[in-house]
């Protein structure tokens, strides 16, 4: 199983740089998963631990804490965009004023909106309409000063890959890159003309 090999490269791993101590957990993806109870007994089996699963609220709050310690002093709205969930937080320097969870992922719209190879003009406005109904229930109010920070599986690569803004000078070592919506919108644009094996290459 290519699971388990992955992850026995990774314990593996830790052994080697003196890791003894650490923390398994799942999220969204996991959660939902038809066979969540095998996947889980394999990797406790394979990790020799419990893993644990988070919530949702859980999993934003965890994340929320980390970026706020690594920009602290600044007032923050935080999206953290998985394939099932989306979490918005907003607070400054570790302490949480706001949390929303929308059911807004990347798999939940492809599964739920997109159903052709090549996403089509109804199912990219679905797709917006769908998002900005969720969005518009939260009634969410102007932040003004406020960083934005965009948070997703390997986005940093996936952002330098795309030639998607610049790297900080000198570079930050917790947010090395910085970009503007406009450029998301665009690359948008671009992702959504491709088949979805041509769309792979962006991940």
């Known amino acids: 199983m290519n699971q388990k090999r992955v992850l026995i490269e990774l314990v593996n791993k830790m052994n080697e740089l003196g890791v003894h101590t650490y923390t398994v957990i799942g999220t969204e993806t996991l959660r939902n998963a038809d066979n969540m109870l095998e996947v889980v007994d394999v990797i406790n089996e394979t990790v020799k631990q419990n893993l644990l699963v988070l919530s949702q609220k859980e999993e934003a709050t965890l994340?929320?804490?980390?970026?706020?310690?690594?920009?602290?002093?600044?007032?923050?709205?935080?999206?953290?965009?998985?394939?099932?969930?989306?979490?918005?937080?907003?607070?400054?320097?570790?302490?949480?004023?706001?949390?929303?969870?929308?059911?807004?992922?990347?798999?939940?719209?492809?599964?739920?909106?997109?159903?052709?190879?090549?996403?089509?003009?109804?199912?990219?406005?679905?797709?917006?309409?769908?998002?900005?109904?969720?969005?518009?229930?939260?009634?969410?109010?102007?932040?003004?000063?406020?960083?934005?920070?965009?948070?997703s599986t390997n986005i940093l690569d996936f952002f330098r890959e795309a030639e998607?803004?610049?790297?900080?000078?000198?570079?930050?070592?917790?947010?090395?890159?910085?970009?503007?919506?406009?450029e998301l919108f665009n690359l948008n644009k671009k992702i959504i003309q491709c088949t979805r094996t041509q769309r792979k290459k962006f991940f």
Do not use: C, M
Request: glycine share 8%.
């Open 164 to 182: 998607l803004g610049k790297d900080i000078d000198p570079i930050n070592e917790f947010h090395p890159r910085i970009a503007h919506v406009d």
């Open 63 to 151: 994340f929320f804490d980390v970026v706020s310690k690594s920009i602290p002093d600044h007032k923050l709205a935080v999206a953290d965009i998985g394939g099932g969930s989306v979490q918005l937080t907003i607070g400054k320097n570790a302490e949480l004023e706001r949390l929303e969870l929308l059911n807004t992922g990347t798999l939940t719209l492809q599964k739920g909106v997109v159903n052709t190879d090549i996403v089509s003009s109804s199912e990219d406005k679905a797709s917006w309409d769908f998002v900005r109904s969720e969005i518009s229930q939260l009634n969410l109010t102007v932040i003004n000063d406020a960083y934005l920070v965009y948070g």
